[in-house]
Structure formats: C-alpha cells, structure tokens
C-alpha cells in the first residue's frame, strides 16, 4: 500500500525515522544482539509475529498451508543473512533442504526463496554457488522453483554471477532472481537478466542506499522506475512477479494485463504475509495469480526493520504488539 499521508511539517522526521531503521537493520551488531539477548530477545520475537511465520519449518509450512486454502500460491524462505563461518553456512544450508524435502512430500504449491549470504557466499564466493545448486537440485526434483533474494549494492555483482552460472552452467530453469526498482543499474541489469528463463521478482527495494546509485523510498521517481520496469517484463513475456504493496501500481498494472491480455502464465501479484493480504485477496477473486511470501526462523532483525521503516506509521503497531499480552 502507498504510504500513509503526514503533515508535510512531519516529514522530515518521518524519513529521518525510515533511515534511522534501516541504518540498524544493517548493524550487525544491533542484530546480535537483538537476536541472542535472553532480554532483549522475547520482545523482538513479539514485534515480529506480525511479519513472520515462525521459528521452524513445520509452523512455516502450517502458514503456507493456510496461504494455499485462500486460493493463493505460497514461497518460503528461512530468514538469515551475512554468515561468515562455513560450518554455519552448511547447517542453515542443510535447513534449506529440509524445507525443500517437506514442500515435496507435502506436495504444497510453495517456491523457496533464500539470501545467498546465508548459504556461504561472503564465506567464499564459490561456497554459496554450490549450496545455492544444491538447494535449486532439489527443489528441480520436486518441480518448485527457487528464487534467490537481492542484497545490499554490494553483494549484487556475486548475487548476478552465481544467478548466471545456476542457468549457463547447471540449466537450473527452476531459478528465479530477485530485482530492485530502486537501483539505477537496474535499468541495464534487466537486460541481461531477461536473456535467462528465470522468474524474475520485481521488488521498490527495501535497502538503505545513496542516492547517487538508487531512488529514495517514497518518490515519484522510484513509483515511475518500478511501472516502467514492470511493464518491460509484462510486455515482455518473461516470466515475473509483480511484488509490490502499492495499491496504485497493483491498479495500474492490472488494467495494463487486461488490456493486453497477457497470458497468466507469465506473471504473479506478490505480496509479504502481514502487509498486503487483503490486496492480494481482491487481486486473486479478480482472476490474477497471486503468491504469499511467508518467512520464518529466529534471524528476523534486518527483516522486521526493513518492514517498519517501508511505513514508519507501523512503529506504533510495533509498540502495541509489544504491549500485547
């Protein structure tokens, strides 16, 4: 959904608020905090209900159940980023492949999305590229896909050339990648990306970034950014998805579908579990195909914050959900 509307004279400390949270979203030392405190620990875990599925596979794949029987596809992803040890890289792999079994064995309409910094690629560029194939193998067998999530700016190079190799090297076509609006190179990078047959997630961007390389949040230069990208990839053919809370450009891009009557086959509405569920509801009674993202695992800090500061409004929903109970 569009940002709610402040007095213009709030402004100003409504961003500074947004920056504020995203600054700390990327402190990873905040987050180890927030993550392993036994104080600090609960009252994170209670902000973050709202956004998150749960800590494990199993309440995970409850949610998914759910998001199915409301007539929607599902994706999944084990929340973790920024893993520096490879003995922990492995075992988060390992979760990744337990995930990927029970979506199989439960025959459940639900892709598999995860960071590839959480499977090893800051460990060693190479490491993640092997347990990214790993992860696609699998999911291949069962017939899912696989969609890889964006990073800061300065992860996006090994992000695009483990993504290139998955296809060119191992013809993993099950493996989608995940692009933001809000970056200028995007322009370019859509380019390449389109010459490879996998979805790509078409996102604003939820990252802290300067100015001199991407659109803030918020403005109509980003709005403008992601209709254009949007309609290149819907006019296109190329398979997307349409990730965006935005009513207007939900609106807009549905007329777009209609009137060019593009094959369904091809695109998806999607949507965070928490934030736009009734939107994808309309969109699914509409005859859109529609997809609920749903996260779960205890490494949700940089997640939870990115969520907030998209609408600094939602940091009194967070106040309340902390008082709850």
């Known amino acids: 959904m569009s940002t709610p509307a402040f007095p213009a004279e709030w402004q100003p400390l409504v961003d500074q608020a947004a920056t504020a949270l995203r600054t700390l979203a990327l402190d990873e030392t905040a987050k180890e905090k927030f993550c392993n405190d036994p104080l600090l620990r609960p009252h994170m875990h209670k902000v973050s209900q709202r956004y998150v599925a749960g800590q494990t596979v199993e309440e995970a794949l409850q949610r998914v159940e759910q998001i199915i029987a409301r007539g929607h596809a599902a994706s999944a992803e084990y929340m973790g980023e920024s893993v520096r040890d490879e003995a922990f890289a492995m075992a988060e792999t390992a979760v990744f492949m337990q995930l990927v079994q029970a979506i199989g064995q ?26 990214a ?58 380019l390449a990306l389109m010459k490879l047959p996998g979805r790509i997630r078409l996102v604003k961007g939820a990252f802290l970034e300067p100015e001199g390389v991407a659109y803030s949040r918020g403005t109509p230069e980003l709005a403008a950014a992601y209709r254009r990208h949007a309609q290149t990839l819907l006019l296109s ?89």
Not at 117 to 128: A, K, R, Y
Not at 160 to 180: A, F, M, S
Not at 265 to 270: A, D, I, K, N, Q
Request: contains cysteine.
């Open 237 to 325: 053919g190329h398979k997307c998805s349409i990730a965006t809370h935005d009513r207007s450009i939900q609106s807009d891009l549905s007329a777009l579908i209609l009137q060019e009557r593009i094959d369904p086959r091809w695109f998806e509405f999607e949507s965070l579990i928490g934030l736009g569920g009734a939107q994808l509801d309309e969109l699914q009674a509409r005859g859109f195909p529609t997809r609920e993202y749903a996260v779960f695992g205890e490494e949700h800090f940089l997640y939870v914050l990115n969520r907030i500061a998209e609408e600094p409004v939602r940091v009194y929903q967070a106040l309340v959900d902390l008082s709850a109970g």
């Open 106 to 131: 439960r025959n459940l309409n639900c892709s598999i999305s995860f960071d590839l910094s959480h499977v090893g690629s800051l460990v060693d560029s190479e490491l993640g590229y092997r347990n």
């Open 133 to 190: 194939r790993r992860i696609a193998q699998a999911a291949a067998e069962i017939n899912r896909e696989v969609m890889i999530s964006m990073e800061g700016i300065d992860r996006s190079d090994d992000i695009y050339r483990i993504y290139t190799r998955l296809h060119q090297e191992d013809d993993l076509r099950n493996v989608g990648i995940t692009v933001p609006a809000k970056r200028h190179r995007t322009e370019q990078d859509l």
